[in-house]
């Protein structure tokens, strides 16, 4: 399984909760087609789906990934840093 740092959860949280998302809304770890920035993975607001993979901080689902990719990603690690490009999220892939 994907291991998502405390310091990504706690961001993806106020993200979450600074975006108002609706009940029905999530953020999801995804690839193309529905990511389409830099990179081969990417964060967008989606529509909650049955079958996803839940990530959770302080009993909130902060993050959703399809199963396939949780698969993909199943030794990868996500954290929120300071990077190169500045503050921001970074998928270490194993």
Partial sequence: ???????????LKRIAEQRGLSPAQCLRLT???KW????DFGV?????????IIVSFEATSVLRLEPEVA???ATSMLDYKDTPAGLGFALDVF
Avoid: H, N, Y
């Fill in 71 to 73: 698969e993909r990603l």
């Fill in 1 to 11: 399984m994907l291991t998502v740092t405390d310091t990504a959860k706690q961001e």
């Fill in 31 to 33: 690839i193309p087609p």
């Fill in 36 to 39: 389409t920035g830099e990179g």
């Fill in 44 to 52: 967008v607001i989606d529509v909650a789906d049955p079958t996803d």
